[in-house]
Structures are given as C-alpha cells and as structure tokens.
C-alpha cells in the first residue's frame, strides 16, 4: 500500500496555541475535514452503494455495519449549537419528516452494499430525538426495524433533553430497545442554563433521570459541557459534584467551542467582538481535568478525550468505536453524515431539499469524498488517538505499516513536547495531550488538509 509523508513539523514547544476562546470549529470529528468532501464525489458514494459489502482486512467477516438516525426537533435552540436543528416545525411537517426517514431507509436497504447485514449499534442524534411523542417513536422504531431488523444490535443509543422526558416517554423508549440514554443535561446550574439558551433547568434533570434509572435502561450517560457563558470555577465545581451524586455509568464532558453558525458568534459578530464570551482554553482544559480527577477518585476511568466510564467492562460506546475503526455507518436524516465501503457521504442540509429528495424517489446525498486507503490509515490513527492510545501492533496487521515508522516525525515531536508516552505496543498520550488531543492531531494532517489554525 501507498504510504504518507509528513514532514516534520518545526522544533517548538507545542503547536501554536490560542489561548482565548475564538470563533470557528475545533474538535476534529473526522479525517479528511468536512470542507474537502465535495457534490462532485457523489458518484463515486453511488457506485460505492451497488457493490456488495467489504470484508474486514485479512479476514472473511464483513464490515460492521451501524446506522445513524437525525432527529432534528428542539423545543429551543441553545445559543451554542451549531448542528442542524428546527424549532418551527408542526405535526404535519415531524410526520412527513419521519415518512421520509422510512424512504430513505428502505433506498439504503436494497442496495447490495448492504448485503443483509443487520446493524451492530444504532444511534439516535439530535437535535432532540426525545421530542418526539411516544406514537411517533413506535412509529419510527418499528418502520426501521422492519427495514433492518435490530435483532443483532449490541447497542441502542438515545440522546434525550431532559424537559421532553416524561415518564411515559421514557417508558415508550425504554420498551423500544435503546440501551443507553444520554441525557444533555449540560449544566445543573438553572442561571447557566438560562443564558446559554437549553431549555430544560434541573428540577427536570433529577425527575427524568430517577425515573430512567427505576425503570432500568442498561446505562445511563450524561453531558456536561465546561466553559459556557458565565461558567465560574465553582459553579463548576458544584457541576461536578452533583454529577457523581448521580453515579451515572457514563459521562462525556465537553469543552465549549464556538463555531460560526451558533448563536454566540453572531451575537459577537453585532458587538464586533473576536473572543467568544466563555472560557479560554487553559481553563476549559483544567476543569476537564478536574472532573476526570474527581470521578477517577470513585474509581471511574478515562476512556478518551470526552469521556469518563464506571466500568469500562461493560460501556463500550460502540457507535464511537465504530466510527473510529472504519465501520460502515449508514446515516439517514438532514444534514447527517456516514460512511459506507470507503466513503464518505453527507445529506443536504436543509429540511426542504432533503424531505422534496426522499419523496421523489432520490436519495438526498449532498456531498461525499472516497477515501484513498493511504488516508483511511490516517483517518482511523487520529480518530483513534482522541481514545488516548493505539496500538501499534493493531494498525500493523490491519494496514501492512507499523505506525511507529509511519509517523515517526509528528511521533517524536509530540514526545519531545510532554504529550505523548510511546513505548512498546502502545501509543499513549499524556493527561496533558489527551485535554487538547484535537489541536495536537493536525501534525498527522496531510499538508492540503492543513487549515493552519489551532486553538
């Protein structure tokens, strides 16, 4: 196989860093960024679909295969939220949105990529999934399952604003197979929660998450995000500790970022301001620290850059190992995105062209981008490395290369600067690295996927 040249990044003492929090996105959520996936690849996303399924390297299994389901209804929307959401959307257009859901799906279906595989792990993003009533769920849930049965399904997850969870609504997810509910419950500071735009406050979070937890979903994982406007250290703090009152199986804590279709920049683009209201990276980074710190202390344990686990036996989070490892995802809904045989693809992002595509018998793929396999090593080594390691040994055999020698040059420079332990199998970072993993990964960019920024 084609192998990548990275040129050794200059000798400095880390890549550059913007201390204060600016406007634009900086996690890494896949490789190549999604500015170099383009209208015209669309064809190569549907030859791809009339091909049967891959088999994983150097072995006759298939591909695993998880499927991706947008929601993107929100009773509000919170001024740092930068997905595809609606808050003006009716019965009548949530019914035509979810029929459209069920065409798409059955597209997906027939086609020989497939292959009749069932999905291994299945997602339920938003948006605000629990927004939907209960009919809707049933309604949804059993049109997916009759398409691809779920029967082989290790994972079911369902992300729920915690104002929409009634008990009933609970129940009605609970008896349509999802495993883990995570709640956003953000913050428990009901004036942070106000000025940041959610729309639930946390008499809501304890009723929703007590009743979940009486009527037994396998897990139950909550968001918190460090550094939103107002954030203090000690209303951080006292985050922290109500979240390990909870004893939640998992949480995921995310640093505030401030892309630029949130409300936040455009709030600071009227002022005519170029930091972002929330805290700098330093800080952000040091809270996160101190909440892994915290759960660490009850024997929780540090799985990647976002998430902290009470037994890492049993919370796998297959939809992100999955999307890591180079699993097929099949994606359905606006604005989602996938990745099918070496593929990426993403719908259109806006609600009218998807649903008007669906219902005229078209799938509604907006743009894509084929995968070389020099850059599927890639993509799965920097995806991998937000877990906190890799191992070596593992890329070798799947890929032909060790990675010790396919990226020797960002390797050593991340160890000369403290945040990476690279000895033996395992390609380790630091605390350090792991609280900015994302600014780090862009010495394993290939030079035209450099956008030249970090935070």
Not at 192 to 197: A, D, M, Q, T
Not at 360 to 384: N, W
Not at 407 to 422: H, I, S
């Amino acid at each position: 196989m084609s192998t990548i040249t990275v040129a050794p990044p200059p000798k400095t003492a880390g890549p550059p860093i913007q201390k204060e929090t600016m406007a634009g996105n900086y996690f890494v959520a896949n490789y190549p960024p999604f500015a170099f996936w383009k209208p015209e690849a669309v064809a190569d996303f549907r030859a791809a679909l009339e091909q049967p399924p891959r088999s994983l390297p150097h072995s006759s299994a298939l591909t695993p295969l998880g499927l991706y389901c947008h929601i993107p209804f929100c009773r509000k929307r919170c001024h740092f939220c930068y997905f595809r959401v609606y808050t003006d959307k009716n019965a009548e257009d949530i019914k035509g949105y979810l029929e459209a859901l069920l065409k798409e799906l059955t597209v997906y279906a027939g086609k020989p990529v497939i292959g009749g595989r069932r999905p291994k792990f299945i997602y339920f993003g938003g948006g605000t999934p629990s927004y939907l009533s209960p009919d809707q769920l049933k309604f949804l849930s059993d049109g997916m399952k009759r398409l691809l049965p779920w029967d082989e399904a290790e994972e079911v997850t369902f992300e729920g604003e915690p104002g929409t969870l009634s008990d009933h609504k609970l129940r009605a997810i609970r008896d349509f197979g999802v495993t883990r509910l995570s709640l956003g419950i953000e913050h428990f500071d009901d004036h942070i929660l106000e000025v940041n735009g959610r729309a639930h406050r946390s008499k809501e979070v304890y009723r929703a998450y007590n009743y979940a937890r009486e009527i037994g979903f396998p897990q139950i994982n909550i968001d918190l995000i460090a550094g939103m406007v107002e954030e203090t250290e000690d209303k951080w703090k006292e985050a922290v500790a109500k979240a390990i009152e909870l004893q939640p199986d998992s949480v995921t804590i995310y640093q505030m970022e401030v892309p630029y279709n949130t409300g936040i920049y455009q709030q600071m683009k009227a002022d005519g301001k170029l930091v972002a209201p929330v805290a700098n990276w330093e800080t952000k980074r040091r809270w996160v620290n101190y909440a892994y710190n915290e759960f660490e202390k009850l024997g929780y344990t540090v799985t990647s850059t976002t998430t902290v686990v009470k037994d890492p036996a049993k919370v796998k989070f297959l939809y992100q190992q999955g999307l890591f490892s180079g699993a097929d995802i099949l994606s359905i809904g606006v604005a989602s995105f996938g990745h099918l045989s070496g593929v990426h693809y993403q719908n259109h992002h806006d609600f009218e062209p998807y649903v008007n595509a669906v219902n005229a018998g078209r799938l509604p793929t907006h743009r894509a981008y084929k995968v070389p396999d020099d850059e599927q090593y890639l993509r799965e080594f920097i995806l991998q490395l937000k877990l906190g390691h890799v191992s070596a040994a593992a890329f070798a055999r799947k890929f032909g290369r060790d990675p010790r020698e396919q990226f020797a040059a960002p390797l050593m420079t991340l160890k000369e600067q403290g945040f990476l332990t690279n000895g033996g199998d395992r390609i380790g970072l630091t605390r350090d690295g792991l609280l900015q993993v994302d600014r780090l990964l862009h010495e394993f960019f290939k030079p035209e996927h450099r956008t030249g920024r970090y935070a």
